[in-house]
């Protein structure tokens, strides 16, 4: 933008020709006399300005809005698909276990998976209506199988304990179609993308949440160098120093800049601070308990297909290469010594459950299966797996809500700090307005 | 409150300044079929193979039993491997009702086929418990005693020519014939009705092939054990099965709504099987085959586990046939 500082001319020079080119020469004419210049310029800064205070105002809107999504989004998203993915695990895990012992299943293990089942429901009851509907009917969508499939798995878990309950051998056939078939055919990988999509949503708003305020800066930087060059203009034409209306203007645009700049980096902090000490260190330490619960599944299975397993048994050893790296990447990025202490003791219970893992294998390749599937679900066997694993789950569940409370107190703490911003940048952004207003038209009065 | 309609004016402002607008549509509820589930590894058995070879003199015969049989502890040097271990390991199935499963109410797996097992055990060790049972499915039996992993496998296992190539027989201890399962309410009464239909068997087994084979085309599906293929009958997933009339029997047990038709589609004799080159193994099982009919015990197994399943009085126990 450039504005002459020739004192052109009072002179008017109509043209009486033509109306249309007359009245453009007219405008044009009266654009070059300072009135004209000083009305263009009070217009510009209000036009400027409040542009300026609505393009802030929806900057920290838009981060606003990112903040409120982490927290109330894509969040607790995230949690519903953790919660159905590790609770499927178990429900398998479990089901399949209660086929080993022989007899009837003993009374916890049926509440066990009758509680996953329902807390897997409700979680997804929350991910399907939080999610377009397009989402949920799109063939092949995570949420489409697991909506679809979950219900036929129950159905065949039901058909098998019933022909378990009369002492059929067909009840394990449905067991072990609703097992390999449904669940880890398909319902397992769906939970997977789920939780794999709705950790990527969250990655998505903090980068949003946590951006470079470029707008915001940009705008009050124009903002500002209008306003200089406005008073520049003043100072030269009309032989004051100070003009009071423009000052307080470009007074209330620095602070409109320097707050929103302060409130944004604060925000951007705990962004990032609400990923290094929360997301990330919750998504380790869920996909650690997922392979945990997996590697289980497949221990059971090996056993309920009694000598016919090895497949079950490469899984396990693949699962718990999984765990085991998710351990070494929770104590690498652990920032607490609380997460710390959890990665210890998690990988104390793995050590036990592990031998105890040994011994069942150990047990069972040398033809002592009833030894082996004693130390597989016995919770009184001393040397068995069942108690060290259930520690382990606990352990890393403790984990897992200490980092999540984590990355929620910091959410939060950033979604206090941009609290009152909008308001703030729209009042200033009205008192440049005004003051620039009314400093030039104390200025235009003298013209006339 | 007032931050909020703020952000909200503002909102609208920057909407109406950025010329975006709401995306609006309807959503239309989609037909969705239902997938039935399917036991892993079931699929329709595109191409069966044949055996190769598909007769062959002395089928059903195998090698004389030792004379004097050994006693329990004083085995054969050959068989010091077995000994050293102080197990039996055999090949077994743990879904085919009374032959050999696995009772949910103990965790056991018992039947027709894991006695005769426990009486080879027994006359090893002294000790029908001196055994360890492993599950195997049709097709893993022959790569399994050839790998070593089972010392013999008796599961219901046909001796034909072609496996006789790959392992080593005993005589026949059970006789056996291809028969078909079908609900009652189906209708059909025989194999030739089931031209186009889906009729199920597991991989490997010989009872896939002759499905395979017969003239009125049936579609074979094929599936991992015996029971899946009532699982898939149950489903409405194939309309029949077809396989040993012992099996089928077992599974008719399990389900009162099915019921066996048709004649016998072909003889299947039941043989152990043995990794080959064990001759004196062979020999000792022969023996043992010829002991647990001659005491009784293959006839009081039968009417435990199978009286109750198949028609008829206990027959008698096979004639063994030897040739060297």
Partial sequence: MTITSQRTGTGQQRDSGQPGTGMVNQVTSLARTTPGVLSGLALLLIVVGLAAGVFSAVGVQRRSQALDDLAARSGPLSVAAQEIYSRLSDADATASGAFLSGGLEPAQDRL??????????????????????TDVTRDGSPLATLSRQLPVYTGLVETARANNRQGLPLGVAYQREAS??????????????????????????????????????????????????????????????????????????????????????GVIGDVSASRDEGSAQVDVL??????????????????????????????????????????DSAQSKATDSGVRDVVTRARDNVKVWLDAHGGIRKADDSGDYANAVKLAVDPTATTGARVPFDKLDQVLRGGIDQTRKAFNDRVGAANGGLGGTVVVVVLLAVIVAVGSTAGIWQRLKEYR | MNRRLVAVGLALAAVTLTGCSAGSGTTTIPAVSAVDPKPAGAQDAAGVSQPAVQNCDGLLASKRPLSPMPKPGAMPASMAGIVARGKLVVGVDQNTFNVGFRDPFTGE??????????????????????????????????????????????????????????????????????????KKNSGVAGMDQLGGKRVCATKSSTSLSKIAQFSAKPIPVQV??????????????????????????GMAAQDKYTQLVGPSLGAEPYGMAIKQGNEDFLRFVNGVIEQVK???????????????LIPGTTPNPPVPQYNG
């Fill in chain 1, 112 to 133: 066990r998976y009758e509680n996953d089942i329902a807390q897997a429901s409700s979680a997804l009851a929350i991910a399907v209506a939080a999610h377009d509907p």
């Fill in chain 1, 286 to 327: 869920a996909k650690a308990r997922i392979s945990a619960l997996q590697a289980r599944a497949d221990e059971t299975l090996t056993l309920v297909a009694r000598g016919s397993g090895a497949q079950y048994e490469k899984d396990f050893a693949t699962k718990r290469d999984e765990m085991n790296a998710a351990l």
């Fill in chain 2, 109 to 182: 797996i018992q039947g027709f086929d894991i006695d005769m097992a426990r009486a080879i055990a027994q006359a090893v060790f002294g000790d029908p418990n001196a055994i360890q049972l492993r599950a195997v499915t049709s097709d893993q039996r022959i790569p399994m005693l050839q790998s070593g992993d089972v010392d013999i496998v008796v599961r219901t296992m046909s001796i034909t020519c072609d496996r006789k190539q790959q392992v080593d027989f005993s005589a026949v201890y059970y006789e056996a014939t291809q028969r078909v399962l079908v």
């Fill in chain 2, 224 to 249: 991992a054990d015996w029971t899946d293929c009532l699982v898939m009958l149950q489903q409405n997933q194939v309309d029949a099965v077809s396989t040993d009339d012992v099996i089928l029997a």
């Fill in chain 1, 180 to 265: 390999s078939s449904v669940m880890t055919g398909q319902l397992l990988p769906a939970a997977k993308q789920l939780y794999e999509d709705e950790v990527t949503s969250v990655s998505a708003d903090q980068d949003r949440a946590g951006s470079f305020p470029v707008l915001e800066i940009l705008v009050g930087l124009i903002l500002l160098a209008v306003l200089v060059v406005a008073q520049v203009y003043v100072r030269r034409h009309t032989n004051r120093v100070f003009n009071v209306g423009l000052v307080a203007g470009t007074l209330a645009a620095v602070v409109s800049l320097l707050w929103v700049s302060v409130a944004t980096f």
């Fill in chain 2, 294 to 308: 001659a005491n009784g015990g293959w006839a009081n197994s039968y009417t435990k586990w199978l009286g109750g």
